[in-house]
């Protein structure tokens, strides 16, 4: 499927990933951390695309509220004092967390910090026709 899931007036879309290719965690490293690995916080990543800022604000409080979630990192990207023009004017909200469950010690990922990318269409929407703008002119 496409990732849509609810029901009603209410659904959002999961934007699946893959891994973040080794090339460019390689140049990120290189670039922007001094060559150390650990502080790439994005090597496995996901993207939510919400419709209302309620939606995407109730999802944050439920990872905040899970006992099977350490939040490491939250990156407002949505809060008017952003320098919009360090993220190539996208804003969202990112959230680098891991999972503390039984399962995820089982499965030897505990210490693992994954990237969840909190979005809203409207900003999705609006970067990928910028994008595709841009495309145009270039060719």
């Not at 910090?113 to 145009?136: I, K, P, W, Y």
Request: proline share 2%; with cysteine; glycine share 8%.
């Amino acid at each position: 499927g496409d990732g849509t899931r609810g029901g009603g007036r209410r659904r959002e879309r999961v934007a699946w990933a893959g891994l973040k290719p080794w090339r460019r965690a390689a140049e990120k490293m290189a670039r922007a951390y001094n060559g150390d690995p650990s502080r790439i916080l994005d090597c496995c990543r996901q993207a939510i695309l919400f419709r209302s800022s309620a939606d995407l604000l109730a999802c944050l409080e439920a990872a905040v509220n899970d006992a099977d979630v350490e939040l490491v990192r939250v990156r407002n990207r949505l809060d008017p004092t952003h320098d919009a023009a360090s993220t190539g004017g996208f804003r969202n909200v990112v959230v680098n967390l891991r999972f503390k469950s039984e399962e995820a010690r089982r499965r030897g990922v505990e210490g693992h910090v994954c990237e969840l990318q909190l979005t809203l269409v409207s900003f999705a929407e609006a970067m990928a026709a910028g994008a595709h703008r841009r495309d145009q002119v270039l060719r």
